[in-house]
């Protein structure tokens, strides 16, 4: 087909949104903020030993390759120019943690899952060398506690554990970096020159970071014992780092030369694609896990009430950084995969609102999806998943509604907390991720907030904010960030339908549940003993 005949748009940018589930690729008109396509693949979790959880980082490669080749022949056959594609933005899982051999190019270990449990042992006898074992030690600092959450002790636990990587940092081999350093480095060019570099946002959650100098900070590489030499250089979310190379060896190069010029961690991407950068405005995120980010403009505001004080944004390098104060929730649509794959009550994750709809009340079942110990506010890494409120009468249908119930419950005590520190309640709360889909969830959501919950129609605003970022960027220019002249985005509301009182009766109920979760796991249990109550979130797959 002549060129002249494909539909003319106007620039369009893509984004990489590699997800802690499913890694896409998505093409919007960066005039209009309009999707046109996308490609999907789900990325395979391992779980090698309890509480382990990790990625192959060659599959999260090979994933992002297929997407953007497949998203390319999609375009082409609606007839749009590929060429039009003028910048790449990436938004990633975070914390997850991969270290390569920067002269192969190869992963040296499987990269760590921000939700991986087995660096516990490694946080306890970190806390040892810190004055009365305080784990907001370093909050100042970081705005983080010490957590297995977090990559510098997943870090540290590679560099104890995995005699290849002491090796390759003996060598002056070694490369370490959360996904999207890993992403960059590989498709800038990999071995041949690629670009190892991080965003501040991302930076924030390795615990290694200066959020206030925006710099690594020595005396913290030095508490890990983490080799400065082998950490990625930190840039702003929003320019150019380098140009997308060909990829031989899977055969894709559609975007070869195009800058990736925008790069932001999921949850800092949600809160630019909803828009949010005026101070106190907030979304909540639906994924694997759930994530309630508060903006709090230039100013970093540090949480009495369990929360992180992260980076939002720096939208340029002259730029002014902007800060966050962060809920977040381990499991969220990860206990319907654990329904689905570990359980088998459900075919498929869509299924889970059907059953929960026929019932329309959990009847007295709490479940405390605690698989990965409880984060905020509680980081309680002791406590375990339970399902509590059991009768003869409970069956898979209230099982499922509990499931829902309890993300909307988890939600609810960040956005308690998030009000406390904030001193001014929001008054209605955005939300976005793959979850939002669910009617019967959302409505949940309002019902046990007491406040209504906007969807935007098009929910990929993780994917969009990376996508604004790259196309903002200086040397791109194509989108502008300026208040006048962003889109009005249409939105679905979900309004309170039960009365405050029923709310507050049920929220209680749940408190009362997740106090016995906790305090479950003790490091000198036997390893082989397999309890009921401790509910763990393990693979049935290979």
């Known amino acids: 087909m002549a060129a002249s005949d494909r539909m003319v748009l106007g620039p369009l940018v893509g984004s990489i949104d590699q997800g802690t589930s499913s890694t896409r690729f998505l093409v919007f008109n ?8 996308h490609h999907q693949v789900e990325i395979q979790q391992k779980f090698p030993k309890e509480g382990w959880v990790e990625q192959d980082p060659k599959e999260i490669l090979k994933s992002v390759h297929e997407c953007v080749e497949r998203t390319c022949e999609k375009l082409q056959q609606l007839n ?106 590989s498709l800038t060019g990999g071995k041949n020159g690629g670009v190892h570099c991080t965003d501040v946002t991302n930076a924030s959650r390795t615990m290694l970071f200066n959020i206030h100098s925006l710099e690594w900070d020595p005396e913290l590489c030095q508490f890990f014992d983490i080799p400065m030499e082998i950490l990625p250089k930190v840039r702003s979310s929003s320019e150019i780092y380098g140009l997308m190379k060909i990829c031989p060896s899977l055969k894709s190069g559609a975007l070869t030369g195009v800058p990736i010029s925008g790069c932001l961690g999921d949850q800092s991407a ?29 100013k970093s505001v540090f949480s009495e009430h369990g929360l992180l004080t992260t980076i939002a944004y720096k939208l340029g390098r002259d730029k002014p950084v902007c800060y966050a104060l962060e809920g977040s929730v381990a499991i969220a649509g990860a206990v319907v995969r654990w329904l689905r794959d570990n359980l088998g009550i459900v075919k498929t994750s869509q ?36 399902i509590c409120g059991l009768t003869q009468f409970t069956n898979k ?35 976005d991720g793959g979850m939002t889909n669910n009617k019967v969830l959302m409505q949940l959501q309002s019902d046990i907030l007491c406040i209504p919950v906007v969807k935007p129609s098009m929910p ?53 549940a997740v106090m016995k979760s906790m305090g479950w796991e003790t490091s000198e249990a036997p390893s082989n003993v397999i309890s009921v109550v401790g509910l763990r979130n393990e693979s049935t797959e290979d």
């Open 460 to 512: 990929e605003t993780t994917a969009l904010g990376a996508a604004m970022a790259a196309g903002a960027a200086e040397g791109v220019g194509i989108w502008s960030l300026n208040p006048g002249d962003l889109t009005a985005v249409t939105c679905e509301r979900f309004e309170p339908q039960i009365n405050p009182e029923e709310s507050e009766f049920r929220y209680a109920r749940w408190k009362k």
């Open 270 to 298: 949600a809160l630019v694609g909803q828009m949010c950068f005026q101070d106190g405005q907030a979304k909540n995120t639906y994924g694997t896990g759930c994530f309630l980010l508060c903006n709090t403009g230039q």
């Open 397 to 431: 249908n209230h099982i499922a509604f509990a499931a829902l119930e309890a993300v909307c419950f988890q939600t609810r005590e960040i956005l308690d907390a998030i009000n406390k520190d904030c001193g001014i309640p929001l008054n209605q709360l955005q939300v």
């Open 351 to 386: 299924e889970i609102e059907k059953l929960a709809a026929e019932v329309g009340t959990s009847y007295g079942c709490y479940f405390v999806p605690a698989f990965s110990g409880l984060y905020a506010p509680y980081w309680e890494p002791s406590a375990r998943g339970i």
């Open 80 to 185: 749009i120019d590929i060429t039009n594609i003028k910048a790449i933005g990436v938004s990633n899982q975070r914390e997850t943690t991969v270290v390569w051999d920067k002269t192969t190019g190869e992963p040296l270990y499987n990269a760590i899952v921000w939700l991986d449990l087995r660096t516990q042992s490694t946080v306890e006898r970190l806390l040892k060398r810190i004055p009365g074992k305080n784990k907001a030690y370093f909050k100042f600092r970081t705005g983080l506690p010490l957590s297995t959450y977090f990559s510098a002790v997943k870090l540290r636990w590679l560099l104890d554990n995995v005699e290849e990587i002491r090796q390759a940092v003996d060598d002056g081999r070694a490369m370490f970096g959360t996904i999207d350093s890993w992403l960059i480095w």
């Open 30 to 37: 960066a005039k209009t903020a309009e999707l046109l396509s």
